[in-house]
């Protein structure tokens, strides 16, 4: 079974096919959690993605992608740390609705997705940096923060430069204006 769900994730079709529709599922997604969303639920959902928020920016800030490694920033600690963000940017999002169910079954198919398009990304990652990644990804946990790195002085790296370069000022500015747009919906339409 579990076999069965990786060889879904690693579909090339079906990913092509989520990719061409990427931006129709993402506002049918943001219409349905404001449907069901719990007003009382806004302010913790939106500390939840600004702290996934906060985690991308960092990783946008510290990141030139596929021409050095990235041994700065949030990436002195865990190798993922754009899907880290994402994963809490989401999980706030799904909070808006208050269904425990809903959160469990994010966490289980975020976990897939995260899995699986990890392990490709590092296959290409190892084949354009060499030993050096190799030798990164012994040092440093592919998901959860590596403690004993805390320390490293490159932990407090942020070059704004990068962060445009990488967009994350837009997507920085996407999730104000979502999270103003549900505010504005909860205030104006639920509450009435």
């Not at 928020?53 to 960092?58: N, Y």
């Not at 002085?153 to 837009?170: C, E, Q, S, Y």
Request: with cysteine; glycine share 6%.
């Amino acid at each position: 079974m579990i076999g069965v769900i990786h060889r879904l994730f690693n579909n090339l079709a079906i990913r092509k096919t989520l990719l061409r529709l990427r931006y129709g599922l993402v506002l049918a997604f943001i219409a349905i959690v404001a449907y069901f969303m719990k007003p009382q639920w806004w302010l913790a959902a939106f500390l939840v993605s600004m702290f996934g928020e906060l985690i991308q920016l960092w990783a946008f800030a510290s990141l030139i992608k596929n021409k050095e490694l990235a041994v700065r920033g949030p990436y002195v600690v865990t190798r993922n740390p754009m899907y880290l963000g994402r994963f809490f940017l989401i999980f706030g999002l799904l909070l808006l609705p208050a269904n425990v169910y809903l959160l469990i079954a994010y966490c289980i198919l975020y976990y897939f997705y995260m899995v699986n398009r990890v392990e490709r990304e590092e296959q290409h990652l190892r084949q354009v940096l060499g030993q050096r990644y190799a030798e990164y990804c012994l040092e440093v946990n592919r998901f959860w923060p590596t403690l004993r790195r805390l320390g490293n002085k490159d932990i407090g790296f942020f070059d704004w430069k990068r962060l445009i370069r990488n967009n994350g000022h837009w997507n920085l500015l996407l999730t104000l204006i979502v999270y103003a747009a549900l505010f504005a919906y909860a205030r104006y339409v639920v509450a009435h």
